[in-house]
DNA sequence: AAAAGTTATTGATCTAAATCAATAAAAAAA
DNA sequence: TTTTTTTATTGATTTAGATCAATAACTTTT
């Protein structure tokens, strides 16, 4: 993955949100952004540090994670394809809480926070995405809010099943079980509950 | 409160979200919003229509919830001085899934969705604010979201009174607790508990 | 292929909060 | 004031999921 088909595939992503975005601002913003590589299992950041950077994941696979008595509560994960960040941090400019670390090799494109904000004043297109952005951050966040207050353990994971599809077979499965809000145990007994409802597993042993 | 004082109380919110606002872009909002009253237990939203506004708050309390098998779960207060929409089908168009309404008389002020998505599109001062009030609420979600998973029944009542002293003495009890994510009967225990621990109720009865 | 390290399953027990039920206290209406 | 309605407390019971513990199934390394 070069620096040219990155900023293709980030412009096509620009271009959804906003089709009508100028080619000076999106010129100016191709100037600005970065390319960063992570191995698998690299950290990217970690509780202290202030999350400087928005990303596009052009390859790859993060987590983000909070570490409660030696305990990780997964809150994100973030796919190829998809943009990034530690975002309260990266707002507030205040340090993060959560871990973040790449499940798989990744590679990813950023803008930092003082390019993005000079970007937002100089271009009222970088402004609009940035709004359009936030919104779509903050209905994601309502609806995941939604789910963990009125939908069981069971509904979360059927959805999880459903909505991140191309997540399921990259990880394991106590990572969906801390996503969705229960321990691998309970996870397990879901899913021999959901095995005996349709009749898959238990078959007649003889004759 | 007419429709002078409830603008002038608005600018400066709005000032103190973007300190260079300009007089162009201001008198252009100023000149496109409607002033809307509630009597105490009126509805202001329920499920099925969509929400077209954003409100500001001059003064009053409205309070959104699921209706969840005949029970209300409250998800926010919104009180005097501060702004309200439902958000999610604000930006989205769709439906609303929440009721909202007046706790006490109220009087707002409405920007409906058509004016601003203009405003947006004419003032890059404005799409900031719009940028500003997006983030602003993603990160009240985030750490709304951060106190029901990690912060205990117990916890979330001490927050909210801390957080939310001007609202405390307004609402009955049983709402507190909705929006905390309990039982009336859960809260009243945590509220005993709490008085065992510092001396103040219990006192020798005689002599 | 064997060994070591992960990850997943299954069972037994524990626990915080929900639910059910009754009463008491406070507020509003008569 | 008395009555009625709303709100809050307290106790008994239930329950979903956590925790603890053991084993089994996979993976990866050697």
Redesign the pocket.
Known sequence: MNREDALSIIKSFLLELLPDLSEEAWNEFAKRVIIHKYKKGEVVYKPGVVCNYVSYICSGLLRSYFLIDG?EVITAFADTNSYFSDYESFLTQQPVRMYTDALEDTVVVDIDYNNLQELYSTYHDCEKIGRLIAENLFIELSNRNYDFQFD???KRYEKFLEQCESIVQR???????SYI????????????RR?NGNGNVLVDQDQ
Do not use: D, F
């Open positions: 305990k069981g353990p069971e990880i394991p499965q106590y990572m969906i079980a809000g229960v321990t691998p145990e309970a996870l397990s007994r879901i899913r021999a095995n």
